[in-house]
């Protein structure tokens, strides 16, 4: 909120508005700047060490004020970096692929949401300069955005920016305990409980599932129909199972995203999380619906993980970083189905398709 006082305080003072915009932009232009350049420089890193088909790249956006709880999302990007990178266990996948190779996972660092929103940058010009720090990402090949939220509300211009980048709409696979698809909660149009809303009305999404819901409202479910939201709750997980671990996704449009908020899990699995509810999805539940999974996945991201409500130890933010480097156990499936990008680059990028 820092900078919405901020802001209002040089209204009082009577700040020409069209000097505080010249700023603004300015700080923009900068970030962007930053952003492009990082992307750049590995992009061409990347090139120059050759047969890469793709590179998962992680971009941190640390934005925490659109939840509707606690805001402690946005101090989750640093903390899953360093869970990536932990000593306590080694750098190699179950696949046997080095996540120290950049050809594997690289990383062009963080959109600054702070300093943006202490300029007094409004929400609409954020929500753009997230989008289009991801497309300047996907401009580098072989770059292909791994997102670290942040609450749930950078999904929505996450997934505008590849639906726009590409052309066109993708399939959405959304695993969370709630379907985020209020309209507009508690009046804010970019709630973290209103981002698909958002995606869907913007028809940057041709089919949503929905897995592991547990908390859902008379309005979620209408919301749901409304937009022919294919919504699978815990209460029939065991009745669905094997359709879920066989999902084949993003036939006839630009690929498939997915989207994990880490409230998707028990919290027996996941404790660090702004709410808590009981009934979800195992670690393992989830890697075996991300492993079966058909599909030529374009992006994804996690989101939703609370460092300020995680245990002593760590615990969230090490099943937040494995939920992103356990990406590439979907891609054996596509060595002989679909070509698949993203996950290609996950387990090595090497050119032995």
Same mark, same amino acid.
């Given at each position: 909120m820092r900078g919405i006082h901020y802001l209002s305080k040089l209204k009082a003072a009577n700040i020409p508005p069209e000097l505080l915009e010249k700023g603004q932009n300015r700080v923009i232009d900068a970030s962007l700047t930053l952003i492009r350049e990082r992307a750049k420089l590995k992009g061409e890193l990347l090139r120059a060490l050759g047969g890469v088909k793709a590179s998962a790249t992680l971009l941190? /956006?640390?934005?925490?004020? @659109?939840?509707?709880?606690?805001?402690? #999302?946005?101090?989750?990007?640093? +903390?899953?970096?360093?869970?990536?990178?932990?000593?306590?266990?080694?750098?190699?996948?179950?696949?046997?692929?080095?996540? @120290?190779?950049?050809?594997?996972?690289?990383?062009?660092?963080?959109?600054?949401?702070?300093?943006? +929103?202490?300029?007094? /940058? %409004?929400? %609409?010009?954020l929500m753009n300069v997230i989008s289009e720090s991801v497309k300047l990402v996907m401009e580098e090949d072989p770059l292909h955005p791994l997102v670290l939220g942040g609450d749930h509300s950078i999904s929505f211009p996450v997934v505008r920016a590849v639906s726009e980048k590409l052309g066109g709409p993708v399939d959405i696979?959304?695993?969370d305990a709630h379907p985020d698809i209020y309209h507009c909660f508690e009046g804010n149009k970019y709630s973290h409980a209103s981002s698909f809303a958002r995606i869907m009305e913007g028809g940057y999404a041709r089919r949503l599932l929905q897995v592991g819901i547990r908390s859902i409202t008379k309005e979620g479910r209408e919301q749901g129909k409304r937009f022919g939201v294919e919504?699978?709750?815990?209460?029939?997980?065991?009745?669905?199972?094997?359709?879920?671990?066989?999902?084949?996704?993003?036939?006839? /449009?630009?690929?498939?995203?997915?989207?994990?908020?880490?409230?998707?899990?028990?919290?027996?699995?996941? #404790?660090?999380?702004?709410h808590i509810e009981p009934g979800g999805l195992s670690f393992?539940?989830?890697? @075996?619906?991300?492993?079966?999974?058909?599909?030529?996945?374009?992006?994804? %991201?996690?989101?939703?993980? @609370? #460092?300020?409500? %995680?245990?002593v130890d760590g615990m969230t933010g090490m099943v937040a970083a494995k939920l992103l480097i356990k990406f590439e156990q979907v891609a054996p499936r596509f060595h002989h189905t679909i070509f698949h990008p993203l996950f290609k680059g996950i387990t090595g990028g090497i050119a032995e398709h």
């Open positions: 941190g /956006v640390p934005l925490g004020h @659109n939840s509707s709880f606690l805001q402690g #999302p946005a101090f989750a990007p640093p +903390r899953i970096r360093e869970a990536i990178w932990c000593g306590s266990t080694n750098s190699s996948t179950e696949e046997g692929k080095e996540l @120290n190779d950049p050809r594997v996972l690289t990383d062009v660092g963080d959109v600054p949401v702070q300093e943006i +929103r202490d300029c007094g /940058v %409004d929400d %609409d010009r696979l959304h695993l919504q699978y709750e815990m209460q029939t997980f065991s009745r669905d199972r094997q359709m879920l671990e066989n999902l084949k996704l993003g036939e006839g /449009v630009k690929g498939v995203y997915i989207s994990i908020d880490v409230d998707c899990l028990d919290p027996a699995f996941a #404790p660090g999380v702004s393992r539940d989830v890697l @075996n619906i991300l492993h079966n999974l058909q599909a030529d996945v374009v992006a994804a %991201d996690v989101v939703e993980f @609370n #460092p300020q409500r %995680d245990t």
